[in-house]
């Protein structure tokens, strides 16, 4: 074993990732539970993949199979409900998680100098990983994901001069049809997935090379925090997070398995009660709130343009917020948590 061990790092030059991993420290403070959040998140992603090819093996993304596919998954497939349960709850999840580390982040002000690049390569990561979910939920193919899905593709068409260009490429052609089914799916199994890769691997990256943050006061009164190793302490830590997640999604993957539509039929009316998976829900219920007509412009054409000025400003935050690390930031915690205020409030109305 010694041998092969010398032999391969001679070849592959793994001493030195080894030997950085062996040196790095994980501090220790108040807020050091939110450094689970992101190999949380990547536990997540990894049963997505896992479950995501699975679910491939038999999935079939025409406009005659893709229902009766998913059917047979649920039915017929040894344990294929199971996969496909894990598959929706892992995504959802996995959002929330993101969501809930990106939060984080805003209100530990660790998006400030030198983590700027890693933030701005996160705000990447939580759009494509809404994406994959935007595009996941057509592939069952059912009357509502259909019908979801006409909504969704056609909120571009309100942007001027690009945005019908947008919606007839998402779309590919004018209407959601058997083209988008095919086109959504690639998305989904190739595209984001390949987008997720390498973002991914500039992001971690830029946390090990940046190492964790530490708390404010602690960089305002020059503290020295207390710190774990990473190896192995930290990761044992985080194994077991690990071990209680996997049991959670067990669990209520088995309890409550998704339901699958009848087939959708391109002619049919849309059905009542149309809603999309629950993170969009507050931008579903923003785009509704709008009037009609504010002078000359559609209410949805504004709210758009306000979702678009949120997202740029999300994107922008670390240059927006320039101040040091020792400064405290309550506008933007005043701003996260009005923020999480509203979409909560937004989110309930919807279901309501
Ligand atoms: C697929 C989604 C994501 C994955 C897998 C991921 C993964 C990670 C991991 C493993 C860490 C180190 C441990 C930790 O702090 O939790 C981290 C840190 C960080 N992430 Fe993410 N992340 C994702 C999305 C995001 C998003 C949406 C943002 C913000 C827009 C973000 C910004 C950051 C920042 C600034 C750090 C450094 C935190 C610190 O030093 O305290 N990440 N991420």
Not at 42 to 51: A, D
Request: hydrophobic share 55%; aromatic share 14%; proline share 5%.
């Amino acid at each position: 074993m010694r041998k092969l061990r010398i032999w391969l790092e001679d070849r592959l030059g793994t001493v030195p990732i080894f030997t950085f991993l062996r040196k790095k420290d994980v501090p220790q403070h108040k807020h050091s539970f939110l450094y689970y959040t992101g190999s949380s998140i990547l536990l997540f992603l990894g049963i997505q993949i896992v479950t995501g090819i699975m679910l491939a093996l038999y999935y079939q993304p025409t406009l005659k199979e893709a229902n009766a596919s998913v059917a047979r998954i649920m039915t017929e497939v040894p344990l294929g409900w199971i996969i496909r349960s894990i598959h929706s709850w892992s995504s959802s999840f996995m959002i929330a998680l993101v969501m809930i580390h990106l939060l984080g982040i805003m209100l530990t002000k660790a998006y400030r100098s030198p983590r700027e690049a890693t933030w701005m390569s996160g705000v990447f990561l939580l759009v494509i990983s809404m994406l994959f979910g935007f595009t996941g939920y057509l592939l069952p193919w059912d009357d509502l994901s259909l019908s979801a899905t006409k909504v969704g593709t056609d909120i571009p068409n309100i942007i001027p001069v690009v945005g019908a260009w947008v919606t007839k490429f998402l779309r590919g052609g004018e209407d959601v049809t058997g083209d988008t089914l095919t086109r959504f799916f690639i998305f989904h199994v190739c595209v984001l997935p390949l987008m997720i890769f390498l973002i991914l691997a500039v992001h971690i990256f830029l946390v090990q090379k940046h190492g964790m943050s530490i708390p404010l006061e602690a960089e305002r009164k020059k503290e020295k925090v207390k710190a774990l190793p990473f190896w192995p302490n930290f990761v044992l830590r985080e194994s077991v997070a690990w071990m209680v997640l996997l049991g959670v999604i067990l669990t209520v993957a088995v309890i409550l398995a998704p339901s699958l539509g009848p087939g959708a039929d391109l002619m049919a009316p849309a059905p009542e009660g149309i809603k999309p998976e629950w993170y969009f829900l507050f931008l579903f219920q923003t785009l509704k709130i709008f009037p009609a007509k504010v002078f000359f412009v559609t209410g949805e054409a504004l709210a758009v343009l306000a979702i678009f000025l949120v997202v740029a400003f999300l994107f922008f935050l670390p240059l927006i917020d320039t101040r040091s690390l020792e400064k405290k930031g309550k506008i933007i915690t005043w701003l996260t948590y009005a923020f999480l205020f509203y979409a909560g409030a937004m989110t309930v109305w919807s279901l309501l």
